[in-house]
């Protein structure tokens, strides 16, 4: 079973929203900062979001005010809420640990696009 499991990826509308969900196969709540990432096309992943366990969430600065990190240690579930979609959030969007990652997941694809 893969460790972790990205849901939710569509195609959008610029200015619409979408949620993306990861599932955990590990226990998460020993992890302090679980964080969502992205990879455009011709691009290296990048790092889009953090949430600690003290909820303490921190964003790059292309998504702050649009995006929403969120975890929850008792599903091993993260979710990350977009509003507001640019063209150039499109991407494949990963979770993981943020300071040692696990083995990435597939991954789920983003596309906004009119």
């Known amino acids: 079973q893969a460790p972790l499991v990205e849901t939710g990826g569509d195609l959008v509308q610029p200015g619409g929203s979408l949620r993306l969900s990861c599932a955990a196969s590990?226990?998460?709540?020993?992890?302090?900062?679980m964080g969502w990432f992205r990879q455009a096309p011709g691009k290296q992943r990048e790092w889009v979001a953090t949430i600690t366990n003290d909820r303490t969430a921190h964003y790059t600065d292309s998504v702050k005010g649009r995006f929403t990190v969120k975890r929850n240690n008792a599903e091993n579930t993260l979710s990350l809420q977009m509003n507001f979609l640019k063209p150039e959030d499109t991407a494949v969007y990963y979770c993981?640990?943020?300071?040692?990652?696990?083995?990435w997941g597939q991954g789920t694809q983003v596309t906004v696009s009119s």
């Open positions: 590990r226990n998460i709540f020993p992890v302090y900062a």
């Open positions: 993981n640990a943020v300071e040692s990652p696990w083995v």
